[in-house]
Nanobody, 115 residues
Framework: QVQLVESGGGLVQAGGSLRLSCKTS????????MGWYRQAPGKPRELVAT???????NYGDSVKSRFTISRDNAKTTVYLQMNSLKPEDTAVYYC?????????WGQGTQVTVSS
């Protein structure tokens, strides 16, 4: 059973914007910090942003001031608003939440930024 369902990836020109969505169940949304990671070809997976149940946020250095993570309690959905996109933002973006001593991941959504 897929617990983190992502959507919103695609192809965009440099300088453009995209919004990613990650929908999950009420029980997960209400009890866990959630976030986004990304992985570009040949590179390790890296933190993009996280948000706690109280709304506290944390961002990777490469996306600060350009990306915004938020959560909609009514829709049990976490969003990643990505502005001023750069070609180096091209990657598969994964929704994440902690699970026991490990992690639970969504299926991933491709974001491609053309120059």
């Amino acid at each position: 059973q897929v617990q983190l369902v992502e959507s919103g990836g695609g192809l965009v020109q440099a300088g453009g914007s995209l919004r990613l969505s990650c929908k999950t169940s009420r029980s997960i949304f209400s009890n866990y910090v959630m976030g986004w990671y990304r992985q570009a070809p040949g590179k390790p997976r890296e933190l993009v942003a996280t948000i706690t149940t109280e709304g506290y946020t944390n961002y990777g250095d490469s996306v600060k001031s350009r990306f915004t993570i938020s959560r909609d309690n009514a829709k049990t959905t976490v969003y990643l608003q990505m502005n001023s996109l750069k070609p180096e933002d091209t990657a598969v973006y994964y929704c994440w939440r902690p699970r026991g001593s490990g992690s639970s991941w969504g299926q991933g959504t491709q974001v491609t930024v053309s120059s």
